[in-house]
């Protein structure tokens, strides 16, 4: 039997190879990808983003623990680009691997980024693709909400939890940052810490006043000890009532159709760099014609066009 037969016959450690082939771009993987794309498309994406810290781990684990009760399957990957060696992402694994057994409806993967930040949404989607192919209910991308590429990467989930704690400021900050953009639910996690009430009321306060009318999804705040499993329930309630509102309101449809075009883009983009610009990489001595600029008897402007110029001849 090929690997490929034995991860449609449900076998997870046929799923880690797989993952790992894609990751690694090995000879093939898009047309590996292609097959796992037809069979793709069932799983409900969730994303949980954060700042380091803030439990979005230990949150992940406690929503688990429920979907087990509901008998969902669930893939998770966890993406954490500020720890690239053995960070917190391998630590977390080691604890859930405990946690939740191999043979079970749960299934983890951390992204090891080793540097290749560019390719770090694309590889992360492609992932999720298998995942959903495998056949789970519901994938989880778990990441540190920072730069563009974690951005992306959260952009592509069905429903965002955004995960602070009372630290974090105030609602002004969280609007600063853009989250009233990016959460579908907000949850205030480490509710058991002192004050923890009132960033509960400001941010609900702060989505009050935003403008609104009856057809805008009203962005739940729901405050949770993820130690404790404490409101966890709630949160999963949220979560769902999101989906069902979007389902409703065909924003479910119409974010995944975005998506697909985005992803063609992403195909697109990665081919003519691979393909145009290492080809070209080979012909031109950049250093000679940065050499030319630099003594101001060029300019980039005019360079790019006339390179560009020639590919268009080809
Ligand atoms: N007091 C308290 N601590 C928590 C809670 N949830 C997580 N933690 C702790 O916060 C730390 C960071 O948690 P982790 O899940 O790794 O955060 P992540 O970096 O956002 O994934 C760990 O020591 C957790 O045990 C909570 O609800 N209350
Ligand atoms: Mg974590």
Redesign the pocket.
Known sequence: MTVLENFLNGDKRALSKIISYIENREDGYRELLGKLYAKSGNAIRIGVT?????????????LLHKFLKENKKVGVI?V?PSSPFTG?ALL?DRVRMHEFPLDGNIFFRSMATRGASGGLTAATNNILVAMDAFGFDVTIV?T?GVGQVELDIIDACDTVVV?L?PESGDAVQAMKAGLMEIADVFAV?????PNSDRIVTDLRMALEFKAHDEHTWMIPVVP?????Q?NIDELYDKIFEHIAFIKANGNFEIHRRLQIEKKIIAILKSRFEKEYLEKLAEKVDFHDISEKVFLGKTNPYIVASELFADFKKQ
């Open positions: 954060g700042p380091p810290g803030a439990g979005k781990s230990t949150l992940v684990n406690a966890a954490d917190g977390g778990e540190v995960t704690v996690n480490k509710a058991d810490r949770t000890v993820a130690i404790e404490k």
